[in-house]
């Protein structure tokens, strides 16, 4: 129990670990039965506590889906929002090359959750809705990096940045897919090679 756990009044340091008990019961939970079969009361069973406690902090196992995928996101967060501040195409390059791989070696070590996930999105309105928003908050940064180097004389300016950004997040979702489902064969530094390639091709002059 680290320090500042440690000052809290024994009421809320109970709830912040009833809390975690039932996000790690449903982690597991969700990665054993899948989104579909895994029902609340097995994860309340599983995390060891009350009905009427769980529900104090969830409103349901959709609910609680969506508090682990954005424990899962901040991940990609981090990757996403790395400092992009190239000089030149050739920095670009290797900058938005670097950080595609990252990505989708992150979706590579998610795969569990990201199954989970991804069955959830289909089955969900509510976890459908979260991810168009976790979506819309990385195509607004791609968005952010391509008006930079429009700015400093790198990129095309005949273009929509927010357009040419959700083309670029699509195609890494694409490949993020595949990856947590095993469907694709190729390695992930060829799949994010490829990919910049393409991208940067067509933007950067």
Same mark, same amino acid.
């Given at each position: 129990?680290?320090?500042s756990?440690?000052?809290?009044?024994a009421? %809320?340091?109970?709830?912040?670990?009833t !809390?975690? !008990?039932?996000?790690e019961?449903?982690?597991?939970?969700f990665i054993?039965?899948?989104?579909?079969?895994?029902?609340?009361?097995?994860?309340? %069973?599983?995390?060891n506590t009350?009905?009427?406690?769980?529900?104090?902090?969830?409103?349901?196992?959709?609910?609680?889906l969506?508090h682990?995928?954005?424990e899962?996101?901040v991940? /990609?967060?981090?990757?996403?929002?790395?400092? /992009?501040?190239?000089?030149? !195409?050739?920095?670009a390059?290797?900058?938005?090359? %670097?950080?595609?791989?990252l990505?989708?070696e992150?979706a590579?070590?998610?795969?569990?959750?990201?199954q989970?996930?991804?069955?959830?999105?289909?089955l969900s309105?509510?976890?459908?809705?979260? #991810?168009?928003?976790?979506?819309?908050?990385?195509? %607004?940064?791609?968005?952010?990096?391509? !008006?930079?180097s429009?700015?400093?004389?790198?990129?095309?300016?005949?273009v929509?940045?927010?357009?040419?950004?959700?083309? #670029?997040? /699509?195609?890494?979702?694409?490949?993020? #897919?595949?990856?947590?489902?095993n469907?694709?064969?190729?390695?992930?530094?060829?799949?994010?090679r490829?990919?910049?390639?393409?991208?940067?091709?067509?933007?950067y002059?």
């Amino acid at each position: 129990m680290n320090t500042s756990q440690e000052k809290m009044p024994a009421r %809320k340091r109970r709830s912040l670990e009833t !809390r975690k !008990r039932l996000l790690e019961a449903g982690r597991a939970q969700f990665i054993e039965s899948g989104f579909q079969k895994t029902t609340i009361s097995q994860i309340i %069973k599983r995390a060891n506590t009350g009905y009427g406690t769980a529900y104090v902090h969830f409103n349901g196992k959709d609910d609680l889906l969506i508090h682990l995928m954005e424990e899962v996101m901040v991940q /990609f967060y981090e990757i996403a929002e790395l400092p /992009f501040t190239p000089k030149s !195409r050739e920095e670009a390059n290797i900058m938005i090359e %670097k950080q595609a791989g990252l990505f989708l070696e992150m979706a590579h070590e998610e795969r569990q959750m990201m199954q989970v996930i991804e069955e959830a999105i289909r089955l969900s309105d509510e976890v459908n809705r979260k #991810w168009k928003e976790i979506r819309e908050r990385f195509i %607004k940064g791609i968005e952010q990096d391509i !008006r930079y180097s429009q700015a400093h004389g790198l990129a095309r300016t005949d273009v929509n940045p927010y357009l040419i950004a959700q083309g #670029w997040f /699509f195609a890494n979702e694409m490949y993020l #897919w595949e990856i947590v489902k095993n469907e694709d064969g190729y390695p992930v530094q060829e799949i994010a090679r490829n990919l910049t390639a393409m991208y940067t091709g067509g933007l950067y002059t």
